[in-house]
């Protein structure tokens, strides 16, 4: 399955998120590996399995066997630190805020790539799981590195489009057979 093939799989409702895939997979703001990685990191986050094989078979080919595992490693401990930091945020009790995380988290420090790429790929699985304490971390480190706003906005337009085209097929998917015409 490749990106062309996800692209005929999404109904003519969906023809702006045909487009912006077509569009983010050679976003020039972005490296190949911080383009790919995201696109990776995102599938995972999407749990979408379709999606997920698709960019998978599109993007994992352009990593080095280390980047691919860090992007699956920003997906799994965002996973992890999204739901634990949002929950701090939200949390109405303000001693959840200072309560030590005590959670495993080592892969940050030590991503198996360049920092600001893994960093990248968590800001962008931070923006689909929706936590603000993340997205604003990442953000700090990846401004700190020298990365430019427009180079973050498109990992997250990536992780944007990435998301709405899993929750387009999933939608299609659960829609009774009277809603698609048969």
């Known amino acids: 399955m490749s990106i062309e093939t996800l692209k005929d799989l999404l109904p003519e409702y969906a023809r702006d998120l045909k487009l912006n895939l077509s569009s983010l997979a050679t976003e020039t703001l972005l490296s190949e590996q911080q383009r790919a990685g995201t696109f990776i990191a995102c599938a995972l ?92 971390s990442h953000e700090k480190v990846l401004r700190n590195a020298g990365m430019t706003a427009e180079q973050v906005q498109a990992a997250v337009r990536i992780a944007a489009t990435v998301h709405a085209v899993a929750a387009v097929l999933e939608g299609e998917d659960a829609e009774p057979s009277v809603a698609q015409g048969g």
């Open 45 to 136: 986050a999407s749990r979408n399995k379709t999606t997920t094989n698709a960019l998978f078979s599109e993007f994992a080919p352009k990593l080095a066997p280390e980047a691919l595992t860090a992007a699956r490693a920003a997906a799994a401990i965002m996973g992890m630190n999204n739901i634990y930091y949002r929950f701090t945020h939200l949390a109405s009790a303000p001693d959840y805020k200072t309560l030590p995380a005590r959670l495993r988290m080592n892969v940050i420090g030590k991503p198996g790539v360049d920092k600001a790429d893994f960093e990248l790929w968590c800001l962008a699985v931070s923006a689909i799981n929706g936590c603000g304490v993340c997205i604003d």
